[in-house]
């Protein structure tokens, strides 16, 4: 069954810093500390506006949760606790800093029924988390995500590539540390100068790079495959879509835009497709099936792989849709032979073509 998020937001509250990219107010557009009776009608009004039986989750996002004072922590999570103990909701997730789940906080998660909390990492390159002033290193990282696992927890892990002195290298062992970890989700952000943040100070002073969008989805692109190919699946790449983000005047540089998550996905499918392509020596047609739901993933964001194969291989190619292909995966037909790649694992599976799926 499909997760729905039911999201109370939390800008700042128990943030003992402030990081250098961080502008909560602007991410999520609230300003106020929320209340219990605010988190129990917010429940409410989801609940009566369901049209479909969904597993929902109150969220409480946008700060770090475990931080916060903890009666007010208590007061917020006690109608939520409430509504999944009249099976109204089916879980409730945090967000936190990986220096903040000490055994006491997770106990009190645990008391109250939170089944995950995602982290906030960003990178795991030391010198890159220094600069983003975020207060706590890798190895908290590592130590929070055992100890939250060792309690049972399921762990998210949220990643910032394109931070002030992110090589490489460190994009490498960010991919490496968190794969080793094996949390159980990830969402990817890359980075955006948000209007009143310490970032866009530096970059305005020219003291911070920023990413470009193309290389945005590149980093973006990359570390996602290496967690797909490491069964860490990523449930989200890019910031939310806002009307405060989108207003023209928040997001100052760097890679923001609506279509993160899909041209991420368009990148990862042309690569793949590319590097199977390429090693064929293509001087016929060439035949591409996929599932209908991923033809915006396979063909590209407006469909940007098409074009870019008849540009680049100069054969005829056939697209279509078939009906009960499976998802995450490309139908290569060529000469007698169908070379299938699954796209998540990476894996191309060449078999001898019997029919076809017209
Ligand atoms: S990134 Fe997290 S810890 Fe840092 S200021 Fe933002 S909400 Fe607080």
């Known amino acids: 069954m499909k997760t729905s ?7 700042h509250i128990g943030c003992p810093y402030r990081c250098v990219f961080c502008n909560q107010w602007k991410i999520t557009g609230q300003h106020r500390v929320p209340t219990a009776t605010f988190v129990k009608e917010t429940i409410q009004q989801y609940m009566q506006a369901a049209t479909l039986s969904r597993h929902w989750e109150v969220a409480f996002y946008g700060g770090s949760f475990t931080a916060v004072p903890t009666a007010l922590q208590e007061s917020l999570l006690e109608p939520a606790t409430q509504a999944l103990r009249q099976g109204k909701i ?9 220096d903040a789940v000490g055994k006491d906080v997770i106990e009190r998660l645990l008391r109250f029924g939170v089944n995950t909390v995602e982290l906030g990492v960003q990178s795991m390159d030391d010198t890159v988390l220094q600069r983003a002033k975020r207060g706590h290193t890798a190895t908290d990282v590592v130590q929070a995500t055992r100890r939250l696992h060792k309690y049972g927890l399921l762990v998210g892990h949220q990643l910032m590539p394109g931070l002030p002195g992110e090589d490489e290298r460190s994009l490498q062992q960010t991919a490496a540390a968190v794969c080793a970890l094996q949390p159980d989700a990830a969402r990817i952000y ?4 948000l209007a009143e943040t310490e970032l866009a100070a530096q970059y305005r002073q020219g003291l911070y790079r ?12 990359y570390l996602k495959q290496r967690l797909l190919e490491h069964g860490i699946p990523v449930i989200r790449t890019g910031l939310q879509a806002t009307k405060v983000l989108d207003d023209g005047e928040q997001v100052l540089a760097g890679a923001y835009t609506p279509a993160m998550g899909e041209l991420i996905d368009t990148y990862r499918y042309r690569r793949q ?9 293509l001087c016929t047609s060439v035949h591409i099936y996929y599932a209908p739901s991923e033809t915006s993933r396979v063909r590209g964001y407006r469909n940007i792989t098409y074009k870019y194969c008849l540009w680049r291989y100069r054969v005829p190619f056939i ?13 290569v037909h060529y000469g007698q032979m169908v070379y299938t790649i699954d796209v998540d694992t990476g894996g191309v ?7 076809s799926y017209e």
């Open 90 to 98: 089916h879980g409730i997730r945090c967000s936190t800093r990986p």
């Open 273 to 281: 497709l590319f590097s199977l392509l390429d090693r064929l020596n």
């Open 5 to 11: 998020i039911i999201p109370i937001f939390i800008p």
């Open 319 to 331: 697209w279509q849709a078939g009906k009960d292909l499976p998802n995450k995966r490309i139908f």
């Open 349 to 355: 599976l060449i078999t001898k073509k019997e029919g």
């Open 210 to 221: 920023p990413l470009t969008t193309a290389e945005g989805i590149r980093r973006g692109a």
């Open 190 to 193: 890359p980075v955006a100068v």
